[in-house]
Structure formats: structure tokens, C-alpha cells
């Protein structure tokens, strides 16, 4: 049977290895679709989200089916993000098919996010305890990116949110501002797998707040009329705050107020106060403000004193019954209550009123209220009840009897306007008073009669009464006062009430002087007296009237005011007023002040030390009072009084100050200043040069009659500088000189600056190194070169050394001005450490002594020592500082090897060590040898035992180095033979002396000594020539050296080379 068409079966989509979903954004994928066979071979459609993809590539492939073919479609996709989502669809299809067989794939592509965004605040300004709510926005990401907060690089605990589409992810941070968060930076990160980092962002903030707290240290209690000072302290704010105190509601003035820096950020504020006590400041409140702008409202602190218990009796400070009182008098109630804890609140009433007046106190067990009351005639027949808080004893109360004077005295007149030669009517009435007043007239202070009337009777249980008088009036009763008095003689209290006569007449007009500023405005005032009021006013200056304007305007009562008032506007002014009575004239003055001004000051003043010089200062202005001018000198940021001997002097319009005999320390700046009360001041600054010869600073060892300063050229360096400072006016100029000559050579350098009238210079000398090796060179060639005496080491005379005076020259710092020239030397020296010992050897060998001897090597510059130590079997435990070149060591064992060393040491320390080993000899053959097995004896104790004799070595060594071979020789000193006849202190050794302080006790063969001298080839007097000298009798060269050096205990070095020379 023919297969005519066959359907295709689902397709397959498939995926290269590594491509699987989901896909990075960006990335290229090939993905190829498969369609089963099918006749004819089936179609196949790519399409991505609805839509057919381009650059599809097909292909039909042959089956095992000769009539039947497959195909197969590849496409290369790159995703984008939007592609998220979507469906890749491949549709199969042909002519046998009636629906084209399809499969599909939803696509799911990463992609980064966009970079975060900081919401939610405006400015990085923020106050402390401000709470802030900031989103972290981040938009897109597959997936969503987290966002994670960090404050100062530590991160935050939180949590993210993604809503969407659009896709948003966002992080919120709610953080309350703290003063410690001043600076610190608030960041988001966003991190997603989609790729690399996906941004941050941050801000930084800047915080304000005020102090945390206010204290207050001291104890708020003092004693009347005592001080008090009591300090307040600020926890540390940004912005400083400022300090207030308060005492009872008055503000006051802080003795001293300090702002200090506080560790990490902010500023502490501290305030002191000083309070003398008094009665009446008991009980306020004590109040330190601070006033910030770092945070809303004052932070304060307190102190109150308060003492409290419970009530036990309550009574009054009262006037007795049926005492009377005088209206006005201020009467003090005072209500009492004993004990109370809190202190009860004690309230007073007024017929049963209640009353808030009052100050309540507390003292000791007793607390009080006082009520103040000034009495008035209402108070006539009142009842004043206190009561105590919290139960206790019943009320306590007082009644008032009070006497008063008239509490109103009023005059009326009929009729109203009167002219001359008319009768005026003038009614008095006064009350209510208690008891009744007594009615008098006064006209111009003398009593005139008038007609009583009946009184009546008036509030607060009192009466008025009244009195007429008639007047004829006359033109110059014109202002007279007529008074009513009323007099209560029971009180001695007179009230009155005055009337001023009006009688119509001309205007009567007043002036003066008037006083302004210049450039300010004036007021002439006018005082116009007249009845009726007048009609006009008119002003005039110089004879002309004077017309209103912008500068020019007419007051209301006629006063003239001026604006912008110059010094022309002084002078005089005349006025005249009308009525229809006639008219009336005046002159006015106006005065005009205007600012001081310096006009002439010469600068600068220039006076040689010693000579007579004068400042002036040439001022105008108006006024120009005595002491307006004063001079004062200016130093630093402040300005100081004159001087002691200047003489201010001088008067308008110059002004002076003399110096009398110019001292260099009254040179600088000096201010005239001008202060005549209407601002602003005036000041101008002279300068007084004072001219003076160089001088140079003064330094240790560099007096007159001195010779060079010597400087010493550090250890090892290859440069060394020389310092020279010196002052004067005009400026001094330093330069250096060496042999007379101005230095050239390009290893001289030198820094020269000024410091106000001080010039300093330093002087550079290098490559010392080739200076240093010159003077090695000389050392070394004077040392081998030059005869050697037979005594020449005796007492080891350096005055060779002292003559090539080892420096690398003498300087000269030259300082110079108009005035003169000073100069200064300066030895430049070399100081370093010794160079080792050369050619350490072997000089004598005996059974019980050695000669050592060396040739010195370079002394660096200074003085030299040399520090010999032995060791070995028997050997001084001492180390001796001897300043020869030679030694000679006794008291050794025979036949025993000994490893000596020597250091030379100067005062710039030691050298490396030389080292050699030397063995003694053998005893000769006529001495006694020790048993088979015996040792020899050992030497004499004189170093070792007892203790307290090295004690007294050790401290006579100190002595010895500043005392010399005086007191060694009267230490240890003895004859170098044994057996030679003498001093019979030492048992076999008749020819030693013995000091009282070392006794050596043993045989003479194991005898030992510290020689301080050389070996020796002479013998004393009488003695024959020691075993060990050199041999066919030549001279040693180290002959008759004698008491040399001194010593001091020191620990052996360790033994490192037998046999040579180290």
C-alpha cells in the first residue's frame, strides 16, 4: 500500500549543553527545533512572543523510511530583558495536517537592575532625634535584586520588597537621628546574580543637636551675704549653645562662660556664676539654660531648696484687735504653721474670699505665708482668715480697723471761661474719708477763706464734705493754682486738688537750645501759651521766613522738625504765634554735633635709641571734649595703655605723645583713638620705629672675653650645621666668613630667615667624611712620626693632641645693619668613638705578672682612655681605666694562659675590642714547686674577699676617676720585685708596700698586683732587677711611668680567640 501523506508529530525543541534556562541578558543561544518525519517533510515556524523570528535556518534530513523525511530549523536568539516571559514557539506543518503540531518553551532571561535611589530626604541637614524613613529604590532585575543598608560600612538589619510590573524593588530604612551619627554615611547596595555589582548609592549626613544634658555642680546653699559659685557644664551640642542663668526669673551675668572641644565631635559649654545669698532669694529656683540651635526648645538645669514636715500649730503676725490703721500703710500678715513634711500650703481669704497673693516660705520646723496687703479703705472692717492645707489646727483670723484720708478731692469752676475783672465760682468736694477732712483754700500758697458745706455721708462707712470760694479774677491771675486741701488730723494726711486759672490773653512763646546730630533729624519745640489757642505760628531764620518742604515740616503744637540735619542747620530761629488776643515771639538754638576725624598723622616716626620723638595726631569735630583723645599701644589682637614714660599731651586741634628717650621696647604700633560721644569713633595708627645695632643672641660659653663657641659634629654624620641668631632695626643681614674670607665653596650652605626684628641663619658644612679622614691621617702620622722620649707616656701628656686642636675650622657668623656689625666664632669639632687599639702585644712575661702594651689608633676628636680587663685562673675581677698605652698586671699564676682585652673610650663612647691571649712563664728552678696533685696557692684575696673590701674598691674606684693616680698609688701602688728588701708588710714579699686598705695575704710565689705603671726595667734603691725584665739590659720603652690611671669595675669580656690578635 503507497503512503500518500503522513502528519508530522510534535516537534522538539532543543538546547545546546550550557544554554539551559534560564539565559543571561545579552547572551547568544542557538536553539534548534526538530519535527519528527512526515511526507512531505514537514514545515517548520520559529516565533518569539507572537512573533516569527528572521535568520531561521531549515534543513530536511533523511529517515530510515525511503518515503518519509524530517526536518530540523535553527536560530541564533540574543535575550533582552523584555524578551522575560515570553514563549518560543516552533509550529510543524504540511499539506497532510489539518493543525500544525507545535511546542514551546517560556523563556526566562537575568538581567541586572537599574542603579538604587536614595527617597525620603530632602537634605542631608538633619537634627538629632529626627526620625528618617528612606527608601532604597531599585528598578528591573530578574530576578530582583537585595538591597541591603550599611551605616559607616556596617551593615544594617533589613528586608526588601518587589512589586511590579513594572518590576520595583524597594528597601525602607526608619532611623532616628542621634548626635552620634554626625558625619556617617548611610549607603545602599544593590546585589543581584545577574552580573556584576548592581550600584549603590549614598548620603552623607550632617547633624545638629543640641546638648543631652545640663548639669549644675556646687551645692545650691550659702549663708546671707556670702558668695556662691556654682558651675553649669553642657554636654557636648552642634552647634555651641549658649549659657543662662536664672535666679527667681532675673537673668545673671555668668563670671566666665568656655567652649571646649569635645572628643570625637560637638563642643562642651561651661558657665560659672557667682551669687552672694540673700533673705529674700531663699526658696527662688536656680535655673542654667541652654539655648541651642541644635534642637527644639532650652535644655536646663535646677536647684531649689525646700524643707518640709507636718503641721502642728498655726497662728498670725497680726495688728491686735481694735487696732486702727492708716490707709496706705503695707501691712504684713504672716501666718505661721509649725512642723510639716511636705511643708502644708497656707491660704489666705479675705471675708471669706480666697486670696492668691502671697509668698509662701519654709525655715527650719516653720513653715510661712506672708501676705502683703496695702490698705485702702476698703480694707476698713475686712476679715483676713488663714488656713493650713491637709487638716491641722482651725483657721486663724484679724480684722482690720482702718483710717483714711479723703479718696478723692475735686474742684469745679462756673462759669468756664473768664476775663479780667469777672467773679469766678470754685466748688471743693473730698470723700469719702473716715474720719471726716478739713477743708482750706490756698491761692498761690496763702490760705483765703471759703463757705463750708454740710457733709454727707459716703461708701466704706465714711463721709464727703465740701467748701465754696468766689474769685474776682484779674489779667495776671493768668496760671495761678487755687487748691482744696483736705487734711484728716487723726492721720496728719493732707489731700488736695488744684485749679489753674484761665484768663483769656496774648500767646506767651517759650524756647532754648536744641542739640543734634549730624545727619540725624531735630525737633525745635515750641511752648505756646495762650487762651484761646493761637491761630498761626510762623518760623524764620536770619530774618526770612522759612517754608515747609522735605527737609522743613511744622509739628503738631508748632514744633519745627528737621531732617537730615548738616552743620550748616545750626544757628538761631525766631518764632511768632497769634491769637485774637494778639501775639507773641521766641528764639530757639540749634546746636549741631557731627563725628571726630582724624585728618593728619604722620607715619611711621623713626627715632634712633636714646633720641626724643613725638606721635601726632591732628583731630576735628564737635564737641571736642577734654579726654576724648587717648593713645594706647596695640599688641596682638588687643590694645594696651601708654607705656611708662610716654607723655600724652597736646590739645584741640593737635594732640601728641612724646617719648622722651626711645627704648627698643617701645617700638611697635600705636593708636590714637577719638571718642567724643557721638559715633562713630575715630582712630588712626602710628608706627614708632626704634633703631638699633645688631645683636647677637646670647648662648652658653659664648661671653665677652670667650673664645669660639665649639660645636661638636655628630657621631657618624656626613654633614653638620652651625646656628647663629642676632636681632636689630633695620633688619639684620647674617653672612659667614672663615679666614676672612666670605665662605664660596659649593659645601657651604647656607638658610638665612626673618622672625620680626630676629634674623637667624644656619651655616650647612658637608662631606665631614673627608674632614674626618684628614685628621685620622694626621693623628696617625704625628703618632709615628714623632721621637719618642723614653719617659714620654708618663702621665700620658696629650698637648700634642692639644696643638693640632682636631677641628674642621673655625667659622665666623658676621651680623650686620646701618647701625654696625657684630661677629661670633664658631669651632667646628670632630667627636666621634675611638677606633680600636693597634698592635695589642705581649711587652714582659714573668712567673706572676705580664706586660701588655698597644699602640693608640684614632682618638675621633677627643680625649682617650683605655679600659684593660683580663681573665683567667686567679685574674682581678676589676676592669682599669688608665689614659697610657702600656700595663703591667701582677699577682698571676704561673704557667696560666690570661685573655686580656682594651677598649679605648672617649666621650662619645667605646671602640670595638683588641684581644689577645698571654701565658706567664714558669717559676724558676730554685722555687719551691707545689706537691704531685697540689695546686698552686691561690692568689692573695685582695680583690675578691672580703665583700665589704670590694665595696670600698668599687667606691674608691669613683673616686680615683676624678682623683688620678695620686689616690691609686695610695690604694694599691707596690714594688714590682718580689723578695726586695723594704716595706715587711706583705709575708715573702719584704719588697712590696702594702697599703692599709689591701693586704694580700699567701706565698710569695702566687703574689699578685695591680700595677698602674708600665713595666719596668729599673728597681728602687738597692733592689735587684725583677726576673721578667727584658733581657741584656735594654731600656724599656715604657720606663719610670708612675701613678697614670685611673680604674673602675667593670665585667670581663668573654674569651673569643686564643692566640692572636683580635
Known sequence: MEVTGVPPGPPRLELPPGAELPWVGGAEVHVTCHAPPARPPARLRLALGGQPLADVSTRVLETS????????????????????????????????????????????VLFPPSPPSIEGLESPQVRAGETLRLVCVSRGGNPPPSLHWDKAGVPLAGSWVTEGPPRVTRSRLTLTVTPGDDGVTLRCHAQSPAGPAGGSASVTLSVTYPPAEVTISGTPS??????????????????PVRLRWW????????????????????????????????????????????????????RSASAVLSVSHPPRQLWLDAPPPNATLRVGTRLRLRCHARGGHPAP???????????????????????????????????????YSCQASGGGPSPASTRLRVLFPPVSVTISSSPRDVRPGHALQLTCLAGPAHPGPALRWLRQGHPVPGQPLPPVPAPFGGVTVGSRLRLLVALEDQGQRVTCEATSPSLGVAVSAAHTLSVRHPPQVSGGSVVAREGGGAELPLGVVAHPPPESCEWSRHGHALRT?????????WALAIANVTRGDGGAYGVGCRNSEGSGHAVLSLIVHYPPAIVRVPDPVVVTEGDR??????????PLPVGSVTWGRLVGEGREGVPGGLLPEGSSPVWRLRVPGARRDLGGPYECHVDTGVPPPARAIVRLIVRYGPELEVEPGAGPGAGPVRVAVPAGAESAQLRCRAQGVPGVDIQWEQHGRPLQDSRFQQHQWHEGPWTSSILTVANISQDRARLRAQFLNWDQSRPQQRYQYLNWDQSGEQELNWTLGTFVCVAQNQLGTV???LQLQLADPPDPPRELRVSGVAPTALGVAWTPGFHGGAPQSFLVSVSGPGAPPLALLVSGPALTLRGLRPETPYDVTVRARNERGESAPARIRAVTSALPRDSPAPAPGEEPPAPPAAFAAPPALAGALGALGGLLLGGGAALWGALGRRRRD????????????????????????????????????????????????????????????????TEWGEYEEVSAPPFTLQGALV
Open 247 to 298: 535666679l527667681g526669673g532675673q537673668e545673671l551675668v555668668p563670671s566666665d562662660t568656655a567652649h571646649i572641644p569635645a572628643e570625637g565631635r560637638g563642643v562642651v559649654t561651661q558657665s560659672n556664676v557667682t551669687l552672694r545669698g540673700r533673705g529674700r532669694d531663699h526658696g527662688r529656683p536656680l535655673e542654667c539654660e541652654a539655648e541651642s540651635a541644635g534642637g527644639p526648645g532650652p
Open 65 to 108: 523510511h525511503p518515503k518519509l523525511g524530517s526536518s530540523e530549523a535553527t536560530v541564533r536568539l540574543t535575550p533582552q530583558p523584555d524578551a522575560h516571559g515570553q514563549e518560543l514557539v516552533c509550529a510543524a506543518a504540511n499539506e497532510a495536517g489539518a493543525a500544525p503540531a507545535v511546542a514551546k518553551i517560556t523563556l526566562e
Open 823 to 825: 661677629r661670633r666664632h
Open 549 to 557: 518742604g522735605p527737609r522743613l515740616r511744622l509739628l503738631p503744637g
Open 222 to 239: 550659702v549663708a546671707e551675704n556670702a558668695t556662691l559659685t556654682l558651675s553649669c557644664t553642657s554636654a557636648p551640642s552642634n552647634p
Open 978 to 1041: 718580689p723578695g726586695v728588701r723594704g716595706d715587711p708588710g706583705v709575708r715573702g714579699d719584704p719588697g712590696v708596700r702594702e697599703d692599709p686598705g689591701v693586704r694580700a695575704k699567701g706565698g710569695a710565689a702566687n703574689d699578685y698586683s695591680l700595677e698602674l705603671s708600665s713595666l719596668s726595667s729599673g728597681a728602687p734603691p738597692g733592689g735587684p732587677s725583677p726576673p721578667w725584665d727584658p733581657p741584656l739590659g735594654e731600656p724599656h720603652p715604657y720606663d719610670d711611668v
Open 345 to 383: 500650703r497656707l491660704t489666705w481669704s479675705k471675708d471669706g474670699r480666697p486670696l492668691k497673693e502671697g509668698t509662701q516660705v519654709s525655715g527650719g520646723s516653720v513653715t510661712s505665708r506672708e501676705l502683703l496687703v496695702t490698705v485702702t479703705p476698703g480694707d476698713n472692717g475686712a476679715t
Open 613 to 622: 620723638a613725638e606721635l601726632e595726631c591732628e583731630v576735628t569735630g564737635n
